[in-house]
C-alpha cells in the first residue's frame, strides 16, 4: 500500500528555517503529483503547497509564497517543503499528500501521518 512517511518537523524561533521531508512508497512516485498540507490546532486543514509530477510545475497558497519552496526528486521517491522566515502562526501539524493525477487536483490518495512544526515568537 502507500506510505507516506513525513520528518523534519521541530521548534524553531520566528524567522526560522525548517525542512521538511516526505519518502514515498508503494507508489509510481514519477506518476503522482505531491503535495504539502497543514492543520493547526481547532482550525481546519488547508493547502500549503503541490507540485507536479516533474516537479516543472508547483503552486501555493498565499501566505506561503515567497517563504516556502515545494521541491521533489523522483529517484529519491521524495518531496521537501522548504519553509523559511517562519511565523508563529505557521504552527500546525504538516501532512504530505499524494494527489490522483500528474497534476495538484483536489482528490488525494494517500496522507502521511503528519509531522508538528511549532515556531515561538
Known amino acids: 500500500q502507500v506510505q507516506l512517511v513525513e520528518s523534519g518537523g521541530g521548534s524553531v524561533q520566528a524567522g526560522g528555517s525548517l525542512r521538511l521531508s516526505c519518502a514515498a512508497s508503494g507508489l509510481t512516485f514519477s506518476s503522482y503529483a505531491m503535495g504539502w498540507f497543514r492543520q493547526a490546532s481547532g482550525k481546519e486543514r488547508e493547502f500549503v503547497a503541490g507540485?507536479?509530477?516533474?516537479?516543472?510545475?508547483?503552486s501555493y497558497a498565499d501566505s506561503m509564497k515567497g517563504r516556502f519552496t515545494i521541491s521533489r526528486d523522483n529517484a529519491k521517491n521524495t518531496v521537501w517543503l522548504q519553509m523559511n522566515s517562519l511565523k508563529p502562526e505557521d504552527t500546525a501539524e504538516y501532512y504530505c499528500?499524494?494527489?490522483?493525477?500528474?497534476?495538484?487536483?483536489?482528490?488525494?490518495?494517500?496522507w502521511g501521518q503528519g509531522t508538528q512544526v511549532t515556531v515561538s515568537s
Open positions: 507540485i507536479n509530477w516533474s516537479g516543472g510545475s508547483a
Open positions: 499528500v499524494a494527489y490522483a493525477n500528474t497534476y495538484v487536483s483536489g482528490l488525494a490518495i494517500a
